[in-house]
């Protein structure tokens, strides 16, 4: 099991520097591929994806507003100055209109998702429909936060490494304490084995790389204009790893309620999609938001 893994583990980071290097409609891809991915690894666990075939109308929904989604949001990205948008003292921001094509996309979705709620009622329940729109916004809209980084800052396929520094950075920190030294559980319900020693120890990881990693992109990569600075940058390492580990154990939580082991069997040794980018989920919007605030202010 471990080498099984670390194999896949070595794999999915290549799959990442190669997604992120090419950028554009490749990532925009990608992403919407692992979307529909994983609102699906949720609709079965929550119940609202079934084998009954009268009941498929919130799957398929989705799923094309997934599609939708991804395209809205490439060609927000692709068509409109985002990424030359400058402002005085070499400070950059992301245009506004971004955040309209998120607030337009989900404000769509939700509408689109009440149509099917009462046009098709009454096939479905209305918690089956609120837990399909809330799987529609954990994992496809959060997820677009990885791909707005990447496309909507100057410096993008340099800060978007951000998000999965305090995701899969802090908890191999995290792992790692707790190992050494990790005494005292932290949420024994949920994750016997994460312990409080663990968690402080991905925090201050997190923090250290984030400041190593704002220190050499600005050194080498010429990012010294664009980048958040080293003290800004340790802040939002620390930030983003407790929300990442929010995100960790919430998909544990899930996981619980509803009395399954893994999401899926996609990835050899982590399970499904929703078991390897639970973090990274949550982490996305938080870098995407401390980014925006920090290179404004």
Request: proline fraction near 3%.
């Amino acid at each position: 099991m471990f080498w099984t893994r670390l194999g896949s583990g070595i794999l999915l980071v290549a799959a990442a520097v190669i997604l992120i290097t090419a950028g554009g409609p490749v990532l925009a891809a990608a992403l919407c591929l692992i979307s529909v991915t994983a609102y699906r690894e949720l609709g079965r666990a929550v119940g609202f994806i079934t084998e009954d075939k009268k009941k498929r109308a919130l799957e398929y929904t989705g799923i094309t507003l997934i599609i939708l989604y991804y395209i809205w949001i490439y060609f927000s990205t692709a068509l409109f100055p985002s990424r030359l948008s400058a402002a005085d003292a070499g400070q950059f921001y992301v245009g506004a209109y971004i955040y309209r094509a998120l607030a337009f996309g989900m404000a769509a979705a939700f509408l689109v998702f009440l149509f099917v709620y009462v046009f098709r009622f009454p096939v479905y329940h209305g918690r089956e429909v609120m837990a399909a729109c809330f799987s529609f916004l954990y994992a496809p809209v959060m997820l677009s936060f990885l791909y707005l980084t990447r496309e909507g800052f100057l410096m993008g396929k340099y800060l978007v490494w951000y998000i999965f520094l305090c995701s899969w950075g802090s908890d191999t920190c995290a792992y790692a304490v707790g190992v050494l030294i990790g005494k005292h559980k932290m949420t024994p319900k949920l994750s016997p084995k994460k312990s409080i020693e663990g968690a402080v120890g991905g925090v201050a990881g997190a923090a250290l790389l984030f400041a190593l990693y704002a220190f050499l992109t600005e050194r080498y990569c010429g990012v010294s204009q664009h980048g958040i600075g080293i003290g800004a940058a340790a802040a939002l390492g620390a930030a983003g790893a407790l929300v990442s580990m929010v995100g960790d154990l919430a998909a544990s939580a899930f996981k619980r309620d509803y009395g399954i082991k893994d999401y899926g069997k996609l990835i050899p040794g982590h399970g499904g999609i929703m078991d390897r980018f639970d973090s990274v989920i949550v982490a996305a919007p938080l870098i995407f938001i401390g980014l925006s605030l920090i290179m404004i202010g």
